[in-house]
T-cell receptor
Framework: SAVISQKPSRDICQRGTSLTIQCQVD?????MFWYRQQPGQSLTLIAT?????????ESGFVIDKFPISRPNLTFSTLTVSNMSPEDSSIYLC?????????FGQGTRLTVV | KQEVTQIPAALSVPEGENLVLNCSFT??????LQWFRQDPGKGLTSLLL?????REQTSGRLNASLDKSSGRSTLYIAASQPGDSATYLC?????????????FGTGTRLQVTL
């Protein structure tokens, strides 16, 4: 299995501000994935983070709102920019090893 | 487009009961299927991974089956305990590449009562 550490675990933020979520994997992985889980919903993929290139965003998600960094093969960050109450969700990072997916503990974001 | 559905959406059972959670997917061209557990407000914990060539996988009190041709998987939980209370999610992977994305089901919220 893979161990993925994500922080912060939760935060309450003012609208208009930005929050950066960090994700650390215990070993090198090619791809890292960022998901959003809105209240009562399943997971929606935001983007795939590639080391050495720009992230690939899913339909409905844009880089200006969700900038992603991937400086090396074990670390990635997701920023939620110019937050509004609609951004209140759980954000999760994920990595795959041998075609099995592993997840961080999630970041529970509340925007007030 | 792959769609994954889980039935029931919610389930409440008394402690000790055996139970079955269902997962169905519309496109049978999958590489593998994974079952996860999610506690409220937390991340996902991988429970079982079934490759498309396999029929079932077991881990402790959990048994997952896969019928790829009919687009179905079940998660069987034996002798349920209050600590099993969580949301259970299934997810399918279309192909083997490292960039392969998962398509998640809608989840089943399980409550095991004393």
């Amino acid at each position: 299995s893979a161990v993925i550490s994500q922080k912060p675990s939760r935060d309450i933020c003012q609208r208009g501000t930005s929050l950066t979520i960090q994700c650390q994997v215990d070993s090198q992985v090619t791809m890292m994935f960022w998901y959003r889980q809105q209240p009562g919903q399943s997971l929606t993929l935001i983007a795939t983070a590639n080391q050495g290139s720009e992230a690939t965003y899913e339909s409905g998600f844009v880089i200006d709102k969700f900038p992603i960094s991937r400086p090396n093969l074990t670390f990635s960050t997701l920023t939620v920019s110019n937050m509004s109450p609609e951004d209140s969700s759980i954000y999760l990072c994920s990595a795959h090893r041998n075609t099995e997916a592993f997840f961080g503990q999630g970041t529970r974001l509340t925007v007030v | 487009k792959q769609e994954v559905t889980q039935i029931p959406a919610a389930l409440s059972v008394p402690e000790g009961e055996n139970l079955v959670l269902n997962c169905s997917f519309t496109d049978s061209a999958i590489y593998n299927l994974q079952w996860f557990r999610q506690d409220p407000g937390k991340g996902l914990t991988s429970l079982l991974l079934i490759q498309s060539s396999q029929r079932e996988q077991t881990s402790g009190r959990l048994n997952a089956s896969l019928d790829k041709s009919s687009g179905r998987s079940t998660l069987y939980i034996a002798a349920s305990q209050p600590g099993d209370s969580a949301t259970y999610l299934c997810a399918v992977r279309r192909w083997a590449g490292t960039a392969s994305k998962l398509t998640f089901g809608t989840g089943t919220r399980l409550q095991v009562t004393l």
